[in-house]
């Protein structure tokens, strides 16, 4: 017993994930962490960036130490062999977020021309908003003629040549410049992908760090192009984000309800989900099978985004996919893209869980396959449901952990804008004036995945909690934010017990958490967003690189994850990963995204496993700005003992 509590501690923080995990084990039912301890240790040449397998005179290999090969067979030095693998990660990255905004933006293109496609435009402000920045007229026009401008010019920067991404302009003049200056301004988002597929094939860029700059220009046409298409349109269409209240984790399910979770990452799906779990017929019909009504949970990105939107509760982040099959009361689990593990058919074989997938893209064997579209999707939605619903009365072994915790989420840009300003003068004026007086001495994006080589959870929880402690003000998206809503930090009252004085002053003016849930990954881009209006508003300086902010993905694992960061470092923003970062094979690349690209972007690229040195980088860097920005005064960290640390576990 006390072996297997040391066994479970070190897996995950989350009493939740513990009780599961025993469960799971108990009944024979193999989880990720079985299959991440049959990895381990993992390929080192692989782990750190070494391992080339583009051609097949390969796969090569560089030899750290000793006297075994340092340079592949057709002559690639470390460098570029690692340039290559990271440009790659960043253009797959870039591709899964892209695609997903192309997805939408089709959608969008369907509800402007077709009144029974099933979506309508639910935010015309936004739209009035994304038009003026496409160059749409938007006076005297019926809102669907500007959809349908916005959603074409939209599609049109995918496949764009030449010329620059629209959203771009969102971007401080001084960063815009920046890129044009250093070429690395993207031109279209699908050119810039493919351009780095091509560069990194076998005998073509072989220079590292002309490869890392068509990298910038690739991670930027993810974070200001496919992503911020993707969260633009997403509002246009489903609603802008504003506070309001959810639950989470695995204790959100019902032993009384049909409980359907959706996972993955587009809410073009799950918003019609959402419509179809109301439909009377089939509440009536879950009645008719012995349920109290519909709960309708999400899990990943998904979750953000049905949270954001309707206050639908979370079940868990991306390493709890399983887990939720193990409490026997998912009725069905319905999947589209991205963050979806192959092992769930497998799984719910020892459950009554029915998988079902419903992209094109991304098939599962031993799921069931609705195809989903825009044309069919309410009909297809209602069906998805009712299958759930008769697999109620199978269920059998349910239970279901009673950890559940309350959160705010919705903190769009302009949430805060409002949040902060009042609805007559909405703006960032006084989250600057904070910032500038050191009740807030800075602002971290914190986001990105788990892992299972590191303690789910520990990083995300242990990192925030001691950045709110040293008055830094946390934005979050992702899995990241969904730990850190299990650990209590996104509900106002935890200003109070876990922020510094100053950030729990300003939290408690105007009611807010101190970590602030901006929702799915492709919501980074709100970030980006919120880090120019801080620019514009003015007094932090003509630049993002020159604010006191920082950003961090502690358990990252996703090849999306590398492209989010390679985007925050090209706009000027100091980012750490943890875990590790498959560069470190290579001193002269390392040194190179480390030290040398913020002479370049004034931003760079840090990585460092341990959270509590993590924060310590973060807030000597925020200290740094503010030193250079002349408003550094005052106590710049608080040091956490033993006794604080434990009380981070959850
Ligand atoms: Fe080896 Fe060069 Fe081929 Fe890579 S491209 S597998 S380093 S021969
Ligand atoms: S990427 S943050 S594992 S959902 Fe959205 Fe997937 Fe979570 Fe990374």
Redesign the pocket.
């Known amino acids: 017993m006390g072996k297997e509590r040391k066994e479970n501690k070190e897996k995950s923080v989350d009493p939740a994930v513990k009780k599961l995990l025993k469960k799971s084990s108990r009944e024979g039912v193999e989880t990720i962490w079985d299959r991440s301890d049959g990895q381990t240790p993992h390929c080192r040449y692989g782990e750190q960036g070494l391992c080339c397998h583009i051609c097949y005179m390969g796969p090569c290999r560089i030899s750290f130490k000793g006297k075994g090969p340092k340079k592949g067979v057709c002559g690639a030095t470390a460098e570029v062999i690692v340039a290559r693998n990271f440009a790659r990660m960043i253009a797959a990255g870039a591709a899964a977020h892209s695609d997903h905004g192309r997805e939408v933006a089709q959608t969008l293109l369907s509800a402007a021309k077709d009144s029974d496609s099933g979506y309508s435009i639910k935010d015309t402000n936004k739209l009035k908003k994304v038009a003026r920045v496409l160059g749409a007229d938007v006076e005297d026009r019926p809102k669907e003629d500007i959809a349908f401008e916005v959603a074409k010019r939209s599609i049109e920067n995918f496949g764009q040549q030449v010329g620059e991404v629209d959203f771009i302009k969102n971007a401080p003049e001084t960063r815009q410049a920046l890129w044009r200056k250093l070429n690395v301004a993207p031109r279209g988002i699908d050119r810039e992908i493919v351009e780095t597929m091509h560069r990194t094939n076998m005998g073509v860029d072989h220079d590292h760090q002309n490869i890392m700059l068509q990298a910038a220009r690739t991670a930027l046409a993810d974070g200001w192009g496919g992503s911020m298409i993707a969260t633009e349109l997403q509002d246009i269409l489903f609603g802008t984000p504003s506070p309001l209240r959810g639950q989470v984790n695995l204790g959100v399910l019902s032993e009384e309800d049909v409980n359907i979770i959706v996972h993955g990452?587009e809410p073009v799906l799950s918003e019609m989900l959402v419509a179809a779990s109301r439909d009377k017929d089939l509440l009536d019909l879950a009645k008719s099978k012995g349920a109290k009504g519909i709960n309708l949970a999400g899990i990943?990105?998904t979750a953000n985004e049905i949270l954001l939107r309707h206050g639908l509760p979370i079940a868990g982040?991306?390493l709890q996919q399983e887990l939720a099959l193990s409490t026997g009361a998912v009725d069905a689990m319905i999947v589209d893209v991205?963050?979806i593990m192959p092992s769930l058919p497998e799984i719910s074989k020892y459950y009554h869980t029915k998988i079902v997938s419903t992209s094109s893209k991304a098939k599962i064997v031993g799921a069931i396959h609705y195809e989903f579209s825009e044309r069919n999707a309410l009909e297809t939605a209602k069906e998805i449901i009712r299958e759930a619903i008769e697999n109620f009365p199978n269920r059998d072994n349910v239970d279901i952990p009673k950890e559940k915790m309350d959160l705010i989420a919705g903190f769009s840009h302009e949430a805060i804008n409002y949040m902060l300003g009042g609805r007559f003068r909405e703006s960032y004026v006084p989250l600057n004036d904070n910032v500038i007086n050191g009740r807030i001495k800075g602002v971290a994006g914190i986001?990105?995945?788990?892992n299972p080589k590191v303690t789910h959870d520990r990083s995300h929880v242990s990192l925030v909690e001691e950045l709110i402690g040293n008055n830094i003000l946390v934005v979050q998206?992702?899995?990241?934010a969904i730990a850190c809503a299990k650990a209590g930090f996104l509900i106002p009252e935890s200003a109070e017990k876990h922020a510094g004085r100053g950030l729990a002053e300003v939290c408690k003016a105007v009611g807010m958490p101190p970590v602030l849930h901006s929702g799915?990954?492709v919501d980074n881009s709100r970030i980006l967003i919120a880090l120019s209006e801080m620019v514009r508003v003015g007094g932090l300086g003509k630049d993002i690189s020159e604010l006191p902010v920082a950003g961090a993905a502690p358990e990252?694992?996703?090849e999306?994850?590398i492209s989010i960061g390679h985007y925050f470092v090209a706009s000027g923003v100091f980012t750490i990963f943890g875990v590790g970062l498959p560069v470190i094979g290579s001193k002269t690349f390392s040194d190179h995204i480390f030290k040398e690209f913020e002479k370049i972007f004034g931003g760079m690229w840090a990585t460092e496993p341990d959270p509590s040195k993590m924060a310590a980088l973060i807030i000597d860097h925020i200290n740094e700005k503010r030193r250079n920005l002349g408003i550094a005064k005052g106590k710049e960290r608080v040091l956490y003992d033993m006794e604080m640390r434990r009380e981070l576990e959850i």
């Open positions: 990452h990943c990105c982040n991306i991205q963050c986001v990105g995945c788990c998206t992702g899995c990241s799915s990954c990252w694992m996703s999306k994850a």
